[in-house]
């Protein structure tokens, strides 16, 4: 149990891991920028439902890729914002 827990916290630390960790969290970053300009410029439904898919997309990324807990608020910020630009379509298409 003790060599388990010491290798967790030496692969914590080694410096090829955290340059892997770097590189990871840049991508995302990316990908968020872009999915969130996505969102952005939607003007149909179309296009709302390809950048939901892409959210999912880049959800799986990070959870692949042990991330999960780190980009949880930029999947939430992501997701709270495609709910309000379809929630303003939906109110747009209606006539409301």
């Not at 872009?34 to 709302?48: C, E, G, N, Q, W």
């Not at 997309?57 to 914002?81: A, T």
């Amino acid at each position: 149990m003790f060599k388990k827990f010491w290798d967790t916290i030496r692969n914590l630390f080694d410096g090829n891991k955290l340059k892997d960790i770097a590189e990871i969290r840049a991508t995302a970053m990316d990908r968020y920028h872009r999915i969130f300009s996505v969102v952005r410029k939607a003007d149909s439904l179309s296009k709302l439902l390809s950048a939901r898919k892409q959210i999912r997309s880049f959800q799986q990324y990070l959870i692949e890729n042990h991330e999960e807990y780190w980009g949880r608020k930029l999947v939430i910020d992501l997701n709270k914002f495609w709910m309000s630009k379809y929630e303003y379509w939906k109110r747009k298409t209606r006539g409301d």
